[in-house]
């Protein structure tokens, strides 16, 4: 008989997650229940699993591990930290508002703005300082790669300006440039329009594909704006599922994610036959 696991479906701006606290319910197989219940139509359907841990080391709270649809591990992901954050403090697994959730790209501060009910209404996400360089700038011989900023925010993006985001191919030109010979473990995409009302993005994850938002990727196209004089460091990014606002702050050179965080439903699921 398989096993019976209880699962939260939550998502920051519509970038969906199924999250599992592993306390309850330890999954042995985590990429390849990330493979099976991702699957729309299949399963339950999501851009991928988040595993919800306890810490072992007194410098941290919680643990997260996030896997892609496609099974890999991801380093870090903005919407599902937050995610989390909500979860934690209105299931009364914390009575913190500040959180530090450990995670594979370092430990991360979560800051809940909680209602009077103990609805947490949003979180505000310590991203720590943005990274500049690639390791992996040499390109072969031939090869090319359209203009844009390389920025890291726990994982890789690559921002590309464009005059008319709704021209991309994000399906296809996210695709081809995961995979180009730049990124050897592979990249984020990320295109980018500056207009009147903010930054319009959209986004083809590493293992996950097209998006309705990237915390991550919010962060890197902020950054990317700013340092190619685009923006100023506060900047309101309009993706698909919804608005995320970032700060990159002079002082410290963090760099703020807020925004809202959801729950879509909950239930249970059958782990996958190994």
């Known amino acids: 008989m398989n096993q019976t696991i209880h699962f939260i479906k939550m998502h920051g701006v519509g970038n969906d997650y199924i999250f599992v606290d592993t306390s309850r319910y330890p999954i042995e197989h985590p990429e390849e229940v990330s493979i099976a219940w991702s699957r729309y139509h299949f399963g339950i359907g999501s851009d991928g699993l988040v595993l919800i841990g306890r810490s072992d080391t007194p410098d941290a709270d919680f643990t997260m591990r996030i896997f892609n649809a496609d099974g890999s591990e991801g380093l870090m992901c903005g919407n599902a930290s937050r995610c989390i954050g909500k979860y934690v403090y209105e299931r009364g697994l914390t009575d913190k508002r500040h959180i ?12 809940l703005k909680v209602s009077d009910d103990g609805t947490v209404d949003s979180v505000t996400v310590d991203m720590l300082a943005p990274v500049l360089e690639n390791e992996h700038l040499f390109l072969p011989e031939g ?3 359209p203009e844009g900023v390389f920025v890291s925010m726990g994982n890789p993006h690559y921002v590309i300006f464009v005059d008319d985001i709704d021209a991309v191919d994000v399906a296809r030109e996210g695709s081809r440039l995961e995979h180009h010979s730049r990124f050897p473990e592979r990249c984020n995409i990320d295109f980018a329009q500056v207009r009147e009302d903010g930054i319009r993005v959209r986004v083809w994850e590493r293992g996950s594909g097209i998006t309705m938002a990237c915390g991550t990727g919010a962060c890197a196209t902020a950054v990317a704006a700013a340092i190619t004089g685009r923006s100023g460091r506060q900047s309101h990014i309009i993706m698909d599922g919804g608005a995320l606002d970032i700060d990159w702050r002079e002082a410290n050179d963090h760099v703020y994610l807020s925004g809202p965080a959801a729950i879509a439903f909950e239930g249970t699921a059958e782990l996958p036959t190994q």
């Not at 530090?100 to 991360?108: E, M, N, P, V, Y």
């Open 100 to 111: 530090r959730l450990l995670t594979a790209s370092g430990i991360k501060m979560l800051d």
């Open 143 to 145: 090869e090319t790669l």
